[in-house]
């Protein structure tokens, strides 16, 4: 069973920074963490989730247009975690994100991907709110 779990979202001013986590657990997901294409998502309410960014396997990464500059996706394959770095927050990056995972144990996942359809595992997500 796979389980993501996000944290690390607040309330931040514009301009501001925060540095979102998600940790993988189950035991076949966990052992192979690093053959797993990885995404963070996010939603606001009425709108669909829509992909901020995407890693591979090979580490490989790929971000959204609208943030583009401003985040940077990563993973560490020792602590099952991948994170999102998030600098000068705009107001309209105000939703909730997501992690998410697709592939599979027994092969390398590649290239990174922003399509939600694609994605088979999904976290609780954490809320991200900046003010003006």
């Known amino acids: 069973q796979v389980q993501l779990m996000e944290s690390g979202g607040g309330s931040v001013q514009a301009g501001g920074s925060l540095r979102l986590s998600c940790v993988a657990s189950g035991d076949t997901f966990s052992r192979y963490f690093s053959r797993y294409c990885m995404g963070w998502f996010r939603q606001v309410p009425g709108k669909e989730r829509e992909g901020v960014a995407g890693?591979?396997?090979?580490?490989?990464?790929r971000n959204a247009d609208s943030v583009k500059g401003r985040v940077f996706i990563s993973k560490d394959n020792s602590k099952n975690t991948l994170y999102l770095e998030m600098n000068n927050l705009k107001p309209e990056d105000t939703a909730m994100y997501y992690c998410?995972?697709?592939?599979?144990?027994?092969?390398?996942?590649?290239?990174?991907?922003?399509?939600?359809?694609?994605?088979?595992?999904w976290g609780q997500g954490t809320q991200v709110t900046v003010s003006s």
């Open positions: 890693i591979d396997s090979d580490g490989s990464t």
């Open positions: 998410a995972a697709y592939g599979s144990w027994f092969s390398r996942c590649r290239p990174p991907r922003l399509e939600t359809h694609e994605y088979t595992y």
